[in-house]
């Protein structure tokens, strides 16, 4: 029996490390990862010599294959009659659509079926909020004397626990696919989102609750938002303000879109599906997140007619219909679809 | 309860460590109970029927035994058919008939206002209708005799690992194992252990990978040659994975309990003839229908015709055992006469030609077109879809290789481990290291590329 325990545990052992292995393997192979040291989601995100927050181009990271043409690093257009850069956040630079099928993928193909020639940038990266977007708006497209130019701002960031300032750049991620640090298992890291989708919805929920709560700390029910908080909503109007200035300063047509998220016109409200996107902000009720969009795209809106920018009404467009979203505000490859062909009939308008 | 979900991975761990802690008879009723909630949890009023038939059935099987008349043998061995196929035309084919007969008086031109009612078929009803079925007519046929522990009869109908999705158990064989005692032995937990990953990873990688595949072939409109022929040999290994995993599944959690399930399932796409593919295909359910139908209605003990007949009629009826659809009828009617030609063949054509390697490989490839035109039949969801499909297989089409790509990426690494497995080679003598290698990427292919489904495609019969 005791014989029969220590080889089986042996071969539990090399069972083990045999799949982290492989794991690693995959990713080196899918995703150009190191094959030690570290890989994780920023690997992807850096901060260039100016000190702008950009994602590589054709970006990989193990679940999703980004494929999204991202930032180009050298600034220049392609040979094309046109140019277009596209600047927002994680939902523009395509985070669960399947490679090509990002919103500016989907853009460049709908020209090239419609034989327009347009060269598409897209320069987005996730977490990028609006003053992270003006930095890259000053330098380097301006720079680059695009003749449009598609802004995706997204509001709930500022909704964050602490506030959003007018930033520093941030510092280079040091899980920036190096090796050095201790070692972290490729397996347990995949393997936690993998139990958490296999968990029944109603333990998922409970889990999200204790998050979120864990996430609040010490803070009191007075610091809890029960309404969208005005002076966020002030912070984003400003940083907006100053996003369009710098828009402008390139000499580009602009075009301001909404944000489209998965709630807005449906009959029932997906609570589970709101719960995953309170855990991120927790200070804010689901009611509040879903106010808080619905009062900066009024905002948006407004602006975009002050500043006489064309503004393009995505959280209308792409409403109603739970399949354009991967999650609370992500686009699936259909909702990408429809912000790519919204887009393809601004640009062809102009 | 599916074996791939949450509760089952909470479930069984719980049953494995109460069950091992137990004596036989506590260990035989612990086993009923949590038979009894894996299948409750699905819907418990279903367990009212299980419960039905398992007292008819072991009362019935007592009095045959009992009674040395043949008359009398014979009415209680009835009222078993009776009772047995009755639940089940009930529960599985009333609204079909009644459908069919409306259709038919339509077709005719006259209205017939027959209302069909809103039955449920319970899950697993087909596998312990011909368990129970089989306990009972081997009593009556002598070659078994009753079993005298109402409990130890229960687990054998209801025993869950099996309960839904068979393999469709004989009494001679499970019920010995559910009245001794067994023996808790960490090899065969370890064996069982890595049945179950084998399973899990045909199920869960290969099938409901393969699945949006297939069914995106089979909702094209007009499809042409090549799409068919992908749509044909993508769902081949799609209910392959899918079923033989279950198998593998039950079987391996089967044995972490000390009890040997039998095989169902052997290379059935290495077939090199209708006969040989149900001699590897779906085991259980063909040795049943060999037994105790295709014998009983006389087998080949009549001439030709009478054989042809019967062999026909075997497979009809064992197309509608999977499901109250013409399509299934129709599967079951290809089957059938790919075995009458078969035998024709056998007795007239085959002295022809001389035996090989290439001719093996050359009717290998050749039978294989035709399950799969058979599974072209069993998957469509009309008769008109069969139409549409058999047309397709006429209508020219440009080869587009990306349909076939899903073959490359699921089916062909199903098919190295499952050879490396079944071959004996894995388990017994393989080098420790290559084992555990392959079970390594088994397990990681099935954990973190494989898809989730909530179903088994065979729970539907």
Redesign the interface.
């Known amino acids: ?1 005791l014989n ?2 220590i080889k ?1 545990a ?2 539990g052992l ?2 083990i490390v ?2 982290e292995l ?2 690693r393997t ?1 990713d080196s192979v899918r995703y150009d990862a190191p094959f030690w040291g570290h890989y994780h989601l920023e690997g992807i995100r850096g901060v260039d010599d100016r000190g702008t927050v950009r994602c590589e181009a054709n970006s990989r990271y193990k679940h999703f294959e980004l494929g999204a043409n991202g930032f180009r690093l050298t600034p220049h257009l392609e040979n094309a009659d046109r140019s277009l850069i596209w600047l927002g956040a994680s939902e523009a630079f395509g985070l669960y659509e399947t490679p090509g099928e990002d919103i500016a993928n989907q853009l460049e193909r709908g020209f090239a079926r419609d034989g327009v020639s347009v060269d598409v940038v897209n320069a987005s990266c996730f977490g990028l909020n609006l003053t992270r977007l003006q930095r890259i708006v000053e330098d380097p497209v301006a720079g680059m004397q695009p003749e449009l130019l598609a802004l995706y701002p997204t509001p709930h960031f500022y909704l964050d626990m602490i506030e959003v300032k007018a930033d520093a750049p941030p510092e280079p991620s040091a899980n920036n696919g190096g090796a050095g640090g201790g070692f972290v298992s490729r397996v347990a890291t ?2 936690r989102d ?1 139990i958490k ?4 919805l109603a ?1 998922q929920d409970r889990i999200r609750v204790y998050q979120a709560s864990r996430a609040l700390g010490n803070t009191s029910d007075d610091e809890l938002w029960k309404t969208p908080p005005a002076d966020r909503l002030a912070l984003f109007e400003a940083h907006t303000r100053g996003l369009l200035t710098a828009a402008k300063a390139t000499g580009a047509r602009v075009a301001l879109l909404t944000h489209a998220n998965a709630f807005h016109k449906q009959a029932t409200l997906n609570e589970s599906l709101l719960q995953s996107w309170q855990k991120f902000y927790p200070r804010a009720t689901g009611e509040v997140l879903i106010e808080f969009d619905a009062q900066a795209n009024e905002l948006l809106r407004r602006l975009a007619r002050e500043y006489n920018v064309a503004l393009i009404d995505i959280a209308e467009k792409v409403a109603g219909d739970p399949s354009d979203f991967a999650d609370f505000s992500h686009f699936t490859d259909t909702g990408a679809a429809k912000v790519a062909a919204e887009l393809e009939a601004w640009v062809l308008a102009n | 309860m599916i074996f791939n979900s949450f509760e089952f991975a909470v479930f069984f761990p719980i049953v494995f460590a109460i069950y091992w802690m137990l004596r036989l008879r506590a260990q035989n009723i612990f086993l009923l109970l949590a038979s009894y909630a894996f299948y409750g949890f699905w819907d418990w009023r279903f367990l009212s029927l299980i419960l039905f038939s398992t007292v008819v059935d072991y009362l019935v099987a007592q009095r045959i035994y009992a009674s040395d008349d043949p008359g009398t043998r014979k009415r209680w061995v009835t009222l078993s058919l009776v009772t047995n196929l009755g639940l089940l035309g009930v529960f599985k084919y009333f609204n079909f008939f009644i459908d069919s007969f409306v259709e038919v008086m339509a077709a005719v031109g006259m209205q017939a206002n027959i209302p069909s009612l809103q039955i449920i078929l319970p899950v697993g009803i087909s596998f312990y209708t011909f368990q129970t079925l089989s306990y009972t007519i081997d009593v009556y046929r002598k070659d078994n005799k009753p079993v005298t522990n109402l409990t130890d009869f229960a687990v054998y109908v209801a025993y869950f690992p099996q309960l839904v999705a068979g393999p469709i158990e004989r009494s001679t064989s499970l019920i010995p194992q559910i009245s001794t005692a067994r023996k808790f032995d960490l090899n065969q937990v370890y064996s069982g252990l890595t049945l179950t990953l084998i399973g899990f990873f045909k199920k869960v990688f290969v099938a409901d990978n393969l699945a949006p595949h297939v069914d995106a072939i089979f909702a094209t409109s007009d499809p042409g040659f090549w799409t068919v022929m992908a749509g044909g040999y993508l769902f081949a290994f799609q209910i392959y994975a899918d079923f033989s995993g279950y198998t593998d599944i039950a079987r391996g959690i089967s044995r972490m309990l000390g009890i040997e399930l039998r095989l169902n399932f052997q290379f059935p796409y290495a077939s090199n003839s209708p006969q040989e593919f149900w001699r590897r295909w779906h085991m259980s359910l063909s040795t049943w229908l060999r037994d105790y139908l295709y014998i009983s209605l006389g087998g080949n003990r009549h001439g030709p015709v009478r054989t042809y007949a019967n062999l026909m009629a075997t497979m009809v009826l064992g197309g509608m055992w999977h499901g109250a659809a013409w399509n299934y009828v129709l599967w079951g009617f290809f089957q059938g006469t790919c075995l009458c030609v078969h035998r024709w063949w056998i007795a007239h054509i085959k002295p022809m030609f001389k035996p090989g390697l290439m001719l093996h490989l050359f009717k290998v490839l050749l039978y294989f077109q035709f399950t799969c035109y058979g599974w072209i039949l069993f998957r469509a969801t009309s008769l008109a879809q069969v139409g549409e499909m058999t047309g397709g297989l006429f209508q020219g089409e440009a080869l587009n290789a990306t349909l076939f790509l899903p073959l490359l990426q699921y089916a062909l690494p199903m098919l190295i481990i499952e050879w490396l497995y079944a071959s004996a080679k894995l388990p017994e003598k393989a080098a420790p290291f290559i084992r555990t290698a392959v079970y390594s990427l088994a397990f990681y292919l099935f954990v973190f590329h494989g898809e989730v489904s909530e179903s088994f495609i065979y729970f539907q019969f």
Not at chain 1, 197 to 200: H, K, N, R, V
């Open positions: 029996m029969t325990l089986l042996g071969f090399l069972f045999l799949v492989i794991a995959e995949k393997s993998v989708a296999f968990l029944p333990l």
